[in-house]
């Protein structure tokens, strides 16, 4: 059993920043994708950020290269999402999700179906 736990969400102005944090533990083992996706009210959910974590390459979506970035933590179970120049439109519940692909691309990484772990999210909430 794999768990997700993520923190670092809230409430911020326009043009601010937030740092998420995400950290899997748990039968980790078999583990090799971290992602975060998000999910606004009446919209899809979306992968916005992956990284592989024995490796280090990432993904990140059209919408969202230039403010945010995916970065290891602590530990490779252990991981960052900067959002920089926050929008109204960056508002959703951010959920951490991890995969056990031994390899991921940049056509199938975002496809939620594609991983077996899931936290319960944070709230992030930007006002303009």
């Known amino acids: 059993q794999v768990q997700l736990e993520e923190s670092g969400g809230g409430s911020v102005q326009a043009g601010g920043s937030l740092r998420l944090s995400c950290v899997m533990t748990g039968y980790t083992a078999q583990m090799n994708y971290m992602t975060w996706f998000r999910q606004a009210p009446g919209k899809e959910r979306e992968g916005v950020a992956a990284r592989y974590i024995h490796g280090g390459h990432t993904f990140l979506a059209d919408s969202v290269k230039g403010r945010y970035t995916i970065s290891q933590g602590s530990t490779k179970n252990h991981m960052w999402l900067q959002i920089d120049t926050l929008k109204p439109e960056d508002s959703a519940i951010y959920y951490c999700?991890?995969?056990?692909?031994?390899?991921?691309?940049?056509?199938?990484?975002?496809?939620?179906?594609?991983?077996?772990?899931w936290g319960p999210g944070t709230q992030v909430t930007v006002s303009s």
């Open positions: 999700a991890a995969s056990d692909l031994r390899r991921m691309s940049s056509s199938n990484w975002q496809h939620a179906g594609h991983y077996q772990a």
